[in-house]
């Protein structure tokens, strides 16, 4: 009862609540209590609950397991030693339904003269979605107010997510995108072994 208790708050999301998709929790109890039976156990165990989770994402992960090929072989690039100049691994979530992964992507920025201000290569390819313009808009809104109050804001900003060609949205990659665009501007490294997510407001303040 504990361990399904658990998973009931790992569906939720939140720690302090627990899920009422019965549904989905009956079909792990069911797995359970199949391998209860392989084993002759007359009682469904912690064990058993955890090998049925097991088994259930091993089933759903085959998207996040080849992501992970692609990375190792070298197909997608993703650094992860050293220091880069304008460059930084952002983290993206994927929602595949009954399984959801973190997959990191490397988001690279490249300042030059000019007005154009921050140019988003996803907005303009037609890949984003309204909340990434939205974060796109807010930190756009950060460099103005940290750089351009006397004067305006000579430059041109280039931001994108490399090897990335579906539809993305969401505002979490936004503080990220900061991290890369103040980087290429100052021509500061940014580390290559962590991998960052997190929105910001127009203030510089990362956000849950």
């Keep these: 009862m504990a361990a399904m ?4 708050v790992r569906i939720g999301g939140w720690r302090r609540r627990f899920s009422s998709r019965f549904s989905d929790l009956a079909d792990l109890l069911r797995e ?12 469904v165990t912690a064990e058993h609950v955890a090998e049925a989770r097991s088994a259930r994402r091993h089933r759903h ?15 997608i690039r993703v650094e992860t030693k050293g220091e880069v100049v304008g460059q930084v691994n952002g983290l993206a979530v994927y929602d595949l339904g009954h399984h959801r992964f973190g997959k990191p992507t490397r988001i690279t ?39 351009a109050r006397r ?21 979490s990659a936004s503080s ?21 997510t997190g929105s910001v407001d127009q203030y510089g303040n990362v956000q849950a």
């Design 109 to 147: 920025a490249q300042v030059g003269l000019g007005r154009d201000g921050v140019i988003n290569v996803e907005r303009q390819a037609g890949l984003s979605g309204p909340t990434y313009d939205k974060g796109v808009s807010i930190l756009t809104g950060f460099l103005r107010g940290t750089f």
């Design 151 to 171: 004067s305006p804001l000579t430059m041109s900003c280039s931001i994108t997510f490399e090897q990335s060609y579906g539809g993305i949205d969401g505002d």
């Design 5 to 8: 208790l658990e998973e009931a």
């Design 176 to 196: 990220t995108e900061i991290y890369a665009i103040l980087s290429a501007i100052s021509d500061r490294p940014l580390r290559q072994d962590v991998a960052v």
């Design 61 to 75: 992960s085959l998207t996040e397991d080849r992501s992970h090929d692609l990375i190792s072989e070298g197909v």
């Design 32 to 43: 359970a209590s199949y391998r209860a039976g392989l084993g002759d156990s007359e009682v």
